[in-house]
């Protein structure tokens, strides 16, 4: 995830972000996991510092369940309700 935030990242400057100092902040953390669910962890905290509204890592579950919404295929028990600012 690190080298695709580096190789395709919108800004140069990865918004005053120290994007190198963040591989090695998270590289030693990521590979000392011990779940599934740690790194997705570690993987969202580290991409959350880039610190904009665009940019975001969603664990496989979930970005599962952000597709079923968005194709209007998710299941619900009583009623679904999505809300979005206007």
């Not at 570690?42 to 952000?66: I, K, Y």
């Amino acid at each position: 995830m690190w080298s695709t935030v580096n190789d395709t990242y919108l800004y140069a400057d990865f918004g005053g972000v120290d994007w190198a100092g963040a591989q090695s902040r998270y590289e030693p953390r990521v590979r000392a996991v011990g779940s599934d669910e740690e790194f997705y962890t570690l993987v969202t905290e580290m991409v959350a510092e880039l610190g904009d509204d665009h940019s975001r890592f969603l664990a496989p579950a979930d970005a599962r369940s952000e597709d079923a919404l968005e194709r209007g295929s998710a299941d619900y028990v009583g009623v679904g309700i999505i809300s979005s600012p206007g």
